[in-house]
DNA sequence: CTATTTTCCTATTGCTATAGTATGAAAAGC
DNA sequence: GCTTTTCATACTATAGCAATAGGAAAATAG
């Protein structure tokens, strides 16, 4: 039940991009060095951000990466859903509707119905934009530091 | 984000065995059938909780497997978690205290760990016997089967 | 026009966990 | 002593994760 390196990290590459928004395009190893990920690996991820229309990008030199929108309307669900795929934490239940015949019988789908609502309402109430005042709130000293 | 077929056998072997309680001691061989797992497999489940004992065991001919406790004393958080290990979305919350230097100014552990607690507050708040009574309700026309 | 920078694309690799299968020993009952 | 059952362990096949690697394509700088 682990969210993979994927998913967590293309969150923080998310929130780094919003985190260093100044107009101008952020580069893949800038990411990279801040948030101590392999270049490469996050090449492939932000990819999957960029085709999905997540972030735009520019190629060539002083090219890079910025947020398509704004902060607010990213939720960490989608991001997640995006990269890792259903969080469902049964595959029966990736289907709509369900496919199984055993659905109306199955005792135990009830508890993974549950758990997958519990845990999309925790993901998709959770925005970039809280990200970013999360940050703001415990670094707000970073903003002096010559 | 996958239970594994481990967590979820696990907990249709302990409502399996809940279900079936005649006072006498049921045989893998049973289970498996009914459940359609491969009895094999299953053995190293059920071994599993016998070793937590969750079941209670009995060798040799007519012997088998039985609940150690009644079905409302097991929640199906302790069975996927003595059978996944922990439930936690991102490793770094699986030690306590958090040992990460970076967990105060982490901006995406308290998504992490409200998840957790969601996932937590789903299975720790459904036992084996609600899952007998959900079968019950369901199946009640079963008891009339000749 | 050329060199550099950057994204874009795809192939390959090492590792680990899952989901079993297989073999047989040990215990208990008939 | 034979059969039934749990118990213990070794093995295997597959898939996904987490990268690494190599280079093509596009854009800019000079």
Redesign the pocket.
């Known amino acids: 039940m ?1 969210i ?6 293309a969150v923080r590459v998310m929130l780094d991009l919003a985190l260093h928004d100044t107009g101008e ?7 990279a060095k801040r948030q101590s ?5 996050l ?2 991820i ?2 999957i951000l ?2 999905a229309g997540y ?1 735009h ?9 910025r947020l398509a929108n704004k902060p607010e309307t990213y939720t960490v669900g989608m991001i997640l859903r995006l990269t ?2 259903s969080l469902s934490p049964v595959s029966c239940l990736d289907n709509d509707p369900v496919q199984c015949e055993r659905y109306s019988i199955c005792e135990t789908v009830m508890i993974w119905q549950r758990l997958l609502d519990a845990i999309n309402s925790v993901i998709d109430n959770v925005t970039i934009q809280d990200l970013v005042d999360k940050h703001n709130e415990s670094n707000a000293s970073d903003d002096y530091v010559i």
Do not use: H, L, M, P
């Open positions: 682990k993979s390196t994927r998913g967590r990290y395009y952020i580069k893949v190893k800038d990411i990920i392999s270049e490469k690996y090449e492939q932000i990819s960029n085709k972030v990008s520019v190629r060539g030199a002083q090219g890079g990466y890792e795929g």
